[in-house]
């Protein structure tokens, strides 16, 4: 991986990480009691600004393994399953185990993009939200483990 590459997803995974550590006690606070519709809104700006972090790193690695980005009106999608499949080096970006994971995100990223704030329900992200801690940790590891790879070669 080049250096400049490297620096970028070293970079998205500390951005990820201090979000992270801003929103933690929104996040602390809806394990005991269920968001308004203001702290809603909050938690689906930050589920948005989770994937997108992600989808920047997917980028990165994306257009330096294969030369380029998928373009058209399912570019989003392309891009996540194109990070399930091998590049050159045999190294997925993300091991099947993430697959409904990042997809359930990105499913998430689309419908907060397309929709007005009061029709933000906590029901439809709780789950993205209560297990954000498990995901990152799976996620970062899985980049970690490619990066790892793409050294060695």
Not at 47 to 69: A, C, D, P, Q, W
Not at 78 to 86: G, R, S, V
Not at 96 to 118: A, C, G, P, Q
């Amino acid at each position: 991986m080049k250096p400049e590459t490297l620096l970028k997803v070293e970079f998205e995974i500390s951005q990820i990480d201090d979000l992270l550590a801003d929103t933690m006690a929104l996040l602390k606070l809806v394990h005991h009691k269920k968001p308004d519709t203001i702290e809603s809104a909050a938690l689906g700006l930050f589920l948005h600004s989770f994937y997108s972090g992600i989808e920047n790193i997917m980028k990165f690695t994306v257009k330096e393994t294969r030369g380029k980005l998928p373009d058209g009106n399912k570019w989003h999608k392309e891009l996540l399953d194109l990070c399930f499949t091998k590049d050159d080096a045999q190294k997925e970006l993300f091991s099947e185990k993430l697959k409904i994971v990042l997809d359930d995100y990105l499913s998430f990223r689309h419908f907060i993009r397309n929709t007005y704030s009061f029709k933000i329900k906590w029901e439809r992200m709780a789950h993205l939200v209560l297990n954000i801690d498990m995901n990152w940790g799976n996620i970062k590891t899985d980049i970690n483990n490619y990066i790892e790879a793409h050294r060695q070669t």
